[in-house]
């Protein structure tokens, strides 16, 4: 018995059904069965292997899409020549099929490079504090959805010109060097240089993952780079975002660039009586008795002095730049209770010679003045 003979059985057994009914229950069939084929294989894979196996499962789990899309394309493939279909509704099922199977290698290529991108960060895990996995984790992460991208780009031009009438256009869209082109390059503008600005950041490196900057007078984290874009986790938890391009084209100011110890700076007006070797010695004990000190740096300045008040400058450095806020608010509360209980003569204050103006006030002012006592001739020999 061959397939010719089991094809007329069933055609005299189903005659009365439309021929294009049938073939396409019977490509919904094969797609079906396909699925189910599936999701009993990956069933008998966990319980063979699930607990020897955990990698097992999360590769499964990645390539789920991918797999499934193959499983029914290869069930249509067996399937389709058989169905008893017209050119009617061959043609347009033929290249369905040859759309989905460009899908596919696309769809296989965009979880390779995933895949192999997760693997590779499994190694640099700790990106807080470890400027070397940071360094890692920027550049796979752009490269990777630089790839992506491009990969997406190269699935859908090569899916469109498989259609005649897109693939007409396309070329004489790209052959006429006309007005259609200049607005199609200036659309995409935008989308390249941010695209191109990301590949800037991965090779040179002006942010990275975790890094604290300073962004339109706005301190936060690169919390992700994305494409086209960066997410900055601002202090109060809200999320800016920004265009790649804007760390490329204009200035911006990053404070873990090489290391993520800062200096942080605490200022303060206090008067000329003040006794500054007493508060340095002082905010230096203070400051080692904090946890938040790293051990690096501790100093007290007198910067600056006008007609009423002396300027203090205090530099204290911490590990990091949440840490250098913290230490600098405790060392100024701190700083601040110690002149007003141990030196109050060291507070601002406002210093005014009162001067009596002329005419009338003059006259009483003297009227009321008491007048100096006669020295004794006696004394004055």
């Known amino acids: 018995m061959n397939w010719q003979t089991v094809m007329a059985d069933i055609d005299r057994m189903f005659g009365w059904i439309p ?3 049938v073939g396409l229950s019977l490509v919904a069939g094969a797609i079906l069965l396909a699925l189910a084929f599936y999701r009993l294989a990956v069933w008998l894979l966990n319980r063979a292997f699930g607990t020897r196996l955990p990698l097992l499962g999360v590769f499964i789990e990645r390539t789920s899409g991918p797999a499934q899309l193959a ?22 099922l033929t290249r369905l099929f040859v759309v989905a199977f460009i899908a596919l290698i696309g769809w296989i290529s965009i979880r390779i490079v995933d895949m192999s991108a997760a ?21 796979v992460r752009v490269f990777k959805r630089v790839t992506d991208i491009i990969i997406v780009i190269i699935t859908v031009s090569t899916a469109l010109m498989t259609f005649d009438s897109v693939r007409q256009y396309g070329v004489s869209l790209f052959a006429s060097a006309g007005a259609a082109g200049i607005i199609v390059g200036l659309a995409a ?11 800037q ?41 920004v265009p790649l391009s804007y760390f490329i084209e204009k200035p911006f100011q990053n404070w873990t660039r090489d290391t993520a110890s800062l200096i942080g700076v605490i200022a303060l007006h206090v008067d ?48 990091n730049a949440p840490q250098s806020w ?33 005419g009338d ?3 009483e002012f003297l009227q009321r003045a008491p007048a100096p006592e006669k020295t004794p001739a006696s004394a004055r020999n």
């Open 326 to 358: 913290d230490l600098r608010c405790e060392v100024r509360e701190k700083l601040i209770a110690f002149i007003r209980d141990e030196m109050p003569e060291a507070l601002p204050r406002e210093r005014a010679i009162l001067i009596p103006s002329a």
């Open 201 to 241: 950041i991965a090779i040179t490196q002006p942010i990275r993952i975790e890094d604290a900057v300073i962004i339109e007078n706005e301190w936060g984290w690169v919390e992700d780079i994305a494409a086209t874009y960066v997410v900055i986790r601002l202090w109060d938890w809200r999320r800016m975002v």
């Open 119 to 139: 693997r590779y960060l499994q190694n640099f895990r700790d990106v807080a504090e470890n400027f070397v996995a940071r360094k890692h984790v920027t550049q």
């Open 19 to 21: 021929s294009w009914f």
């Open 272 to 319: 000329y009586r003040a006794d500054v070797p007493r508060i340095r010695r002082w905010l230096e004990g203070a400051v080692k008795e904090s946890k938040l000190w790293d051990g690096a740096v501790v100093n007290l300045q007198v910067i600056d002095a006008d007609s009423r008040t002396i300027e203090l400058r205090a530099l204290v450095s911490a590990r």
């Open 71 to 92: 499983l029914c394309l290869a069930a249509v493939a067996l399937v389709l020549p058989l169905a008893p279909l017209d050119d009617l509704f061959r043609t347009p």
């Open 361 to 363: 006030d003059d006259a």
């Open 189 to 199: 503008r935008p989308l390249l240089s941010n695209l191109i600005a990301g590949l």
